[in-house]
C-alpha cells in the first residue's frame, strides 16, 4: 500500500507522487490520470479507459466492413 498526503500547490489542492509510483504508473510529469469511481472506491489509470473502448470498436467495425470502407475510400 502507497500512503499519499494533499497538499496545498498554489490556489489548488494536489497530491505528490512518489517515483516508485510513477515508474509504476509508467507515467512522468505533464501526463493525464483519469480517476474512474468503481464499486470498491476509486481507480486511478494513465489511460482513457473510454478512448480504449472506442478504439477496440473502431477496430472492430474495420475489420468487419473493412471491404465497405475501401470501397468509401475510393
Not at 489542492?13 to 469511481?37: C, H, N, Q, W
Not at 472492430?60 to 470502407?69: A, G, I, S
Amino acid at each position: 500500500m502507497i500512503k499519499l498526503k494533499v497538499t496545498t500547490v498554489g490556489n489548488s489542492a494536489g497530491v505528490i507522487f512518489p517515483k516508485e509510483l510513477m515508474e509504476k504508473l509508467r507515467i512522468s510529469k505533464g501526463d493525464t490520470l483519469y480517476v474512474l469511481e468503481t464499486p470498491n472506491g476509486f481507480e486511478l489509470t494513465p489511460y482513457d479507459p473510454e478512448f480504449v473502448q472506442q478504439m477496440e470498436v473502431a477496430e472492430y467495425v474495420m475489420r468487419e466492413d473493412r471491404n465497405v470502407l475501401r470501397l468509401l475510400a475510393n
